[in-house]
């Protein structure tokens, strides 16, 4: 069976360098979180639709301790820094990016460079 947090690791660190963000300590946390999603898909194989967006908040969460909030929103034209969350917030299934200030949709997960 092919590994489904293969494509996990390859969405959240698509967003991770489309935002300038893709340091060595930082793909480090994409790797930790991945890989405590994976056991955590093994011991639930239904939450698989889920991964991907938990990873990307596992790392959301991790960065906020070391860097600061991130995604930061580029979509709203006012000054006050904000970030994306992902929705839906269990993670899935196609889980996206969301400015909760304005309510709009921003991208895909993994769609932040388009
Ligand atoms: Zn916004």
Redesign the pocket.
């Known amino acids: 069976m092919a590994d489904p947090l293969l494509s996990t690791r390859a969405l959240v660190m698509r967003d991770l360098m489309a935002t300038g963000v893709a340091t060595a300590e930082v793909v480090s946390l994409l790797e930790d979180a991945v890989s405590e999603r994976r056991w955590w898909a093994e011991q639930w194989p239904a939450g698989v639709s889920y991964v991907d967006g938990l990873v990307a908040q596992d790392v959301q969460d991790a960065l906020l301790e070391r860097v600061g909030r991130w995604p930061l929103?580029r979509?709203?034209a006012?000054d006050d820094v904000?970030a994306?969350y992902i929705h839906p917030e269990l993670g899935g299934p196609d889980p996206v990016w969301v400015?909760?200030?304005?309510g709009?949709e921003?991208a895909p997960l993994g769609g932040l460079g388009q």
């Open positions: 929103c979509r709203c006012d904000h994306l400015c909760e200030r304005s709009t921003v």
